[in-house]
């Protein structure tokens, strides 16, 4: 049962990514935060804890594994409270006490990445990978870091095993039609914003993404509809993805 109760208290990334589209709001605790901005809100809770810090038998390691994850936990609320320095130094330091705690490695990222270093926050998201291979949301961090630099080839690869290690969520659904979208695939681009919205219906980058795939696509009314009701939940999101290369 005291495992069991830690594991709740562990915190989590639930991606968005946005990471759906992955911006910062997406670092997330178990039962109250989420990863990217519109990275999956919803039930990943466990599911995230197993799959990218599930914890090692009891003894030491044990004890740097939950201190980690208290570390971690403290991190997401500072940066809940707009304090990403303070954020990335826990991060900084949940890490140093288990190096294995991917999902610092994933908020470290997310930080970089909020500082436009992409490069150093594949870096991270690398990391989470290497130290927990089926960490779902370190891949579709990484697939949305990616997309933003246009290698988006290897993106795609990153948001296919992020779905296929957790089939349905709408932010990763939301962070390949990203991919799509800046490939010019606007057929697949809206055929995975559809399913995100079926999802959460609320989810302001699948919404301005699809908006822009149907008005690239001619389709002037439902296109502008959408754009105006991703501004109507996110007024600063045009901003966003415009640095994202979505204009």
Known sequence: MKSRALLRAATLWLIVGFV????????????NLVTSPEA???????????????????GPTYEAWHKSAMIY??????????????????FDTAIKL??????????RGEIYRAERKYD????????AIKVAPSCFVAFNSRCYSRAIRD???TALTDCNEALRLNPGSAGMLDSRGFVYLKMGDLDKAIADYDAALQIDPNLAYALFGRGKARLLKGDEPRGSFDITVAKRIKPEIADEMSRYGIK
């Open 20 to 31: 759906g589209a992955v911006g910062f709001s997406g670092i997330a605790a178990a039962g």
């Open 151 to 153: 290698d988006l080839q």
């Open 40 to 58: 999956s809100r919803k039930n990943l809770g466990s599911t995230a804890t197993s799959a990218c810090m599930a914890p090692p038998p009891s």
């Open 120 to 127: 150093r926050a594949i870096d991270e998201f690398s990391r």
């Open 73 to 90: 936990n403290s991190g997401v609320e500072s940066h809940k409270q707009k304090d990403n320095d303070r954020a990335a130094a826990q």
């Open 98 to 107: 288990y190096p294995n705690n991917a999902l610092a490695h994933v908020g």
